[in-house]
């Protein structure tokens, strides 16, 4: 086992989504050369950003990843990630379309086509779960509108960590 220098302290930088207005279309075509806006100043302690690179990211309708911008802070060492808005870290699919699919199988009774069925069905599993935890049991069936206030509340409505 290595031994640990007296005195070195390893910090473990973490890292910052930024949801952005952009064409997510338009950033495919362009890829990186997409102008990405960039922040003034770091949101964190207000130092300078530095230009990170770029990170892959899959989203639902395109058979590539796109090419995300990166920045790094020179003062506090975050890294900041842009994505666009409308999405949720970890997900492929837009909030719009989740929202819609829910909608669909809860007043239809069935899975609307085009998307997974098992991805769908994880989806409403951890909107039930979810409004459960946070919302209570006055809103069980009401999970549409729980979908609505947990947006609200900053959450991922369809998260399955709670």
């Known amino acids: 086992m290595p031994s640990k220098k007296a005195g070195s302290t390893r910090q473990k930088h973490s890292a910052l989504i930024l949801f ?9 075509r362009l890829g990186r050369g997409f102008p990405w806006p960039r922040p003034q100043r770091c949101p964190r302690c ?4 530095w230009g990170h690179g ?16 990166r920045y ?3 003062d506090c060492h ?11 870290p970890r997900f ?4 719009a379309v989740i929202r819609v699919c829910l909608s669909h199988r ?6 609307p086509p085009g998307l997974s069925r098992s991805r769908q069905g994880h989806w409403l599993r951890a909107l039930v779960r979810r409004v459960l ?3 209570g049991h006055l809103w069980q069936g009401r999970w549409l509108e729980g979908f609505d206030r947990l947006v609200e509340m900053g959450l991922v409505a369809v998260s399955r960590s709670i």
């Open 20 to 28: 952005v207005e952009v064409c997510v279309k338009r950033v495919f």
């Open 72 to 74: 790094r802070c020179a």
């Open 54 to 69: 770029f990170v892959g990211a899959y989203f639902d309708g395109f058979d590539q990843a796109l090419w995300l911008r």
């Open 106 to 111: 809860l007043g239809v009774g069935r899975w």
């Open 46 to 49: 207000k130092g300078r950003l």
């Open 78 to 88: 975050m890294v900041y990630r842009m994505r666009p808005k409308g999405y949720w």
């Open 92 to 95: 492929q699919a837009p909030i």
């Open 133 to 135: 935890a946070y919302l």
